[in-house]
């Protein structure tokens, strides 16, 4: 493969980027499963769709990097706002004065 690439290297800048942008859509589409992710958008919550199709067109109209780090933090402020929602959560918020509640007396007697 090396000894190929060496000796056909020169020959690529010889081919229309055209081409090898079809190359490359026609290897994206063969990778990202198109089916799976249609699946996915069906049945996936809207906000996870929502992250999911603005990822792509980041990725697609600005740049990779930031298409990542939409998608991380997307992602992790979605993933606290569902935590907070889940009802163990919804004691270790603050009350009305400020203060956490704790769950138990052993978490308690642990501060």
Known sequence: ???????????AGHIPLAVLAAVLWSVAWN?????????LVRRAPRED????LATI???LFLDLTYAIGFGVLASAVLLVRR?????GAQELLPDEEGRTQQVSQELSDLI
């Not at 493969?1 to 020959?11: E, H, I, K, W």
């Not at 769709?49 to 999911?52: A, C, E, P, Q, R």
């Not at 935590?83 to 009802?87: A, E, I």
């Open 1 to 11: 493969m090396l000894a190929s690439t060496l000796v056909l290297g020169p020959l």
């Open 31 to 39: 990778i990202a499963e198109a089916p799976e992710i249609v699946r």
């Open 49 to 52: 769709v929502f992250i999911l």
């Open 57 to 59: 067109g980041i990725t």
């Open 83 to 87: 935590l907070t929602r889940v009802p």
